[in-house]
């Protein structure tokens, strides 16, 4: 039986091949790894948060937008409908990936929107391989030195971690019906392995971006809940002290969901900034 959550991503991928993405695999070290493309013009890469996935993080926002552009939406090694590659999780192996991949597939620059984790990606792609980048946009990005909440947040194993983790997620969280609960639960155990080590990668800290941030050549657009319990908001105002060139937008009660709880606003913003350029 199909549980609440996986209808859910089954109306998602709907969308999307309704709104002219259609889905790919790119054979990479012997394994397939998914994506998404679709639109014409100026290429935007979407690059999603740890856990997620195209569906889960860029759904929406990959079908408004390839009305405008040419939207490559991929599901990183590990993650969405790439969670059967085990390769190695770190901010530089992803980040290396993607350099690969858009090689490949012939993009010299592209325009790239990082998520949390993708957010960091994007980053220190922009500072190492600044002629890849032309516009940046950041949701709600990992990659400054905060107080990091439990790994465990992202390790749900029960009913009350996983509300636990949408009490971080949300600003102010509905009460999920429990069957969407539990699928959700199962969907996150199912990707644990990735999730882990990627986490044991991050908090070695290897990659962070301190002290490279001002590095960012690429004008910046960065978006951020005021409200955000994962990565918090005074990291948002470090980034805009140090990119030189950005735009940085506080959504006021919204957490670290953005693109979810604040989508008609964030679509705004976005097209705004790629339009300005």
């Known amino acids: 039986m199909i549980g609440p959550l996986q209808l859910l991503l089954l109306k998602k991928r ?59 939406s991929i599901d990183l090694p590990g993650y969405g409908l790439s969670y059967r590659s085990n390769l190695p999780q770190s901010i530089a192996s992803h980040r290396d990936f993607l350099l690969h991949f858009a090689e490949t597939l012939g993009i010299p620059q592209a325009h790239w929107l990082g998520n949390s984790m993708g957010g960091w990606i994007c ?17 709600a990005t990992a990659g400054l030195e905060f107080v990091y909440p439990p790994p465990e947040i992202f390790l749900p194993k029960n009913e009350d971690d996983m509300k636990k983790l949408v009490s971080h997620l949300l600003f102010d969280p509905p009460e999920l019906p429990r069957a969407f609960i539990e699928d959700w639960k199962k969907f996150m155990i199912g990707r644990a392995g ?13 990659d962070l971006m301190e002290g490279r941030t001002g590095g960012i050549a690429a004008p910046t657009l960065i978006l951020w809940g005021e409200e955000d319990r994962i990565i918090p908001v005074e990291c948002a105002h470090r980034l805009r002290d140090q990119i030189p060139h950005n735009r940085t937008v506080l959504f006021p009660r919204c957490g670290h969901l953005i693109q979810q709880t604040h989508f008609k606003e964030v679509v705004a913003e976005v097209r705004g900034w790629l339009e300005a350029g």
């Open 14 to 72: 709907f969308d999307m091949w309704w709104g002219g993405l259609t889905r790919r695999v790119f054979r990479y070290q012997g394994q397939d790894i998914h994506y998404w493309r679709g639109g014409k013009g100026q290429t935007i890469m979407l690059v999603h948060g740890l856990g997620g996935s195209t569906l889960q993080d860029f759904a929406g926002l990959a079908c408004v937008l390839s009305r405008h552009y040419e939207i490559i």
């Open 123 to 139: 980053m220190d792609l922009a500072v190492r391989h600044p002629t890849r980048v032309g516009r940046l946009i950041l949701f």
């Open 194 to 206: 990735a999730i882990r080590r990627m986490l044991d990668s991050m908090l070695t800290r290897a």
